[in-house]
């Protein structure tokens, strides 16, 4: 049920997270983009790709975080 619980937190707070995270590497997004030579942001903000990437990375790190806080408090319950 915790891990219910972690993995829904996870979703719920994640996706907006991401987003905005996505939209605050955009300026950075723009200055790598002549190194790099590749498209990284347009003018309404980064690819799709980075928001995915940046999904990635915040959803399963939320995840454990919630669990591990869960986890947490599952021992001083018990106590």
């Known amino acids: 049920m915790r891990t219910i619980l972690a993995i829904a937190l996870a979703l719920v707070i994640g996706l ?4 905005i995270i996505s939209m605050l590497l955009t ?3 723009w200055r790598l983009e002549p190194i790099l030579h590749m498209e ?3 003018h309404s903000g980064p ?9 990635a990375v915040a ?11 869960l986890h947490k ?3 001083i319950d018990l106590q």
């Open 16 to 19: 907006p997270v991401g987003w």
């Open 27 to 29: 300026p950075i997004l």
């Open 40 to 42: 990284l942001a347009g």
């Open 47 to 55: 690819s799709d790709w980075v928001f995915y990437v940046v999904w």
């Open 59 to 69: 959803i399963p790190a939320l995840f454990l975080l919630f669990r591990f806080i």
């Open 73 to 75: 408090r599952k021992k």
